[in-house]
């Protein structure tokens, strides 16, 4: 398919010069294939894998629409995890950065109501949140959908998988009849089609990259069940990518494995349902911060999560759903890029593999393990360490704040200061593992009363480093 401009389209001159800036020039496929129906106002369903431009695709609909001088919801985008929801708004907000004082609100579980009804008062625009969350608005009152034209549901299968569909539907009443629908999801089986077929009219269809990539290079391993951990610290040692995701089937082998693969030496973390919501958004910081290179997860904790420049998915379970593997392997090669799938699989799961290989049309590869040479007997360390600071947005704490600290009092340069993450009441920063601990020492100064406590723009702060 040849590459279409986003100046095909019949968007605002602020919206186009907005994508330009941001470096946004040509659609991908699912952007080109549904953006024509979106902007003409129709019911979408739009199938394409997770990473393929979907945010930009419903996004720009919702902008090019929007009324600012309307101080109601206009707009809500339901998503199956917090995660997901902030990476949505987020980018909603990027997109939306030229056309004036456009309002997106997150709501989402894990946070106070409170403060969220608070902002809510204040008038929203655009709500991003998970379906829980929003029911619990609207039992109350606090959210009024009433004035919605336009409708998202982001993976809609997931949500259906995790048992949100009693919630959407009441969603979906407290909506407006002649509101715009699209749903987006990375699979649409025929009981999500018909789970989901009531709160869609006459919807145009769209189905685009539902297949692994070409640029990624799958490689199947048969290893005896009680191999398999030891297999996945041989793979890290040999393929050595910067970042690895790591799949299991339940909590508990994601646990043991992740335990595992820290007696070997990996800075490994584990990503499952029985953590707190604080536990699971510090994991995420520490991957994506690189303070963490393996992340070892279930499916479940896993969804909604959008991994920038992932070196590779292990997968260590097989999966029963052909499908769920081609999600899971999406992980790697996004936007382009080259990437590495490795799979594990038992004698017993053979016949798992098979249902994959008639879902690809094709014949996966196998290698044996005795082709892994493991030069390096020991694991890398992970390249940074994460400084965590008891202060965030509510403290009125920014990045240039944190940065301006750590390169002038702690004596840092530019290049030793990675990704700073500011959150309501916690910050954190990436800095290189060879530095952390000096910067740490210089950041606290002279004559504080506790060893975790440092002075950021004229105030004190309890901090600590969280090294994997």
Known sequence: MKPSPFTLLPLNASLLTNL????????????????????????????????????????????????????????????????????????????????????????????????????????AHIIV??????????????????????????????MTDMGFYDEIAGIVRACPETRQTLLFSATYPDDIRQATRDFLHDPAEVVVETQPSDQIEQRFYEVPFGERDAAVGRLLRHFR??????????????????????????????????????????????????SCSVLVATDVAARGLDIADLGAVIIADVSRDPELHVHRVGRTGRAGASGLALTLCAPNERKWIGLIEVYQNAPVQWHGLDEVVTDEPQATPAPTVTLCILGGRKDRLRPGDVLGALTGDAGLTREQVGKITVAQSITYVALDRDVADQAFERLRGEGLPARDVATIKGRRFRTRLIKV
């Not at 039992?139 to 997931?158: C, I, P, W, Y």
């Not at 089937?249 to 007696?263: I, S």
């Not at 070997?264 to 510090?282: C, K, S, T, V, W």
């Open 20 to 123: 330009a800036t941001l470096g946004y020039h040509e659609m991908t496929p699912i952007q080109a294939n549904s953006l024509p129906y979106v902007l003409e106002g129709r019911d979408l369903i739009a199938q394409a894998r997770t990473g393929s431009g979907k945010t930009v695709a419903f996004g720009l609909g919702l902008l090019h629409k929007l009324d600012t001088a309307r101080p109601a919801v206009q707009a809500l985008v339901l998503c199956p995890t917090r995660e997901l929801a902030d990476q949505v708004a987020g980018e909603l907000r990027r997109l939306a950065r030229s056309e004036g004082n456009i309002r997106v609100v997150t709501l989402t579980g894990g946070t106070p109501l409170r403060p969220q009804a608070a902002s809510l008062d204040h008038g």
């Open 129 to 158: 949140g998970t379906p829980g969350r929003i029911r619990d608005h609207l039992e109350r009152g606090t959210l009024d959908l009433r004035q919605t034209h336009t409708l998202v549901l982001d993976e809609a299968d997931r």
């Open 241 to 290: 990518p910067d970042s690895a995701l790591v799949f299991c089937n339940t909590k508990a082998h994601c646990r043991g494995l992740a335990e595992a693969l820290r007696t070997q030496g990996f800075p490994a973390l584990a990503l499952h349902g029985d953590l707190e919501q604080r536990e699971r958004d510090e994991i995420l910081v520490l991957f994506a911060n690189r």
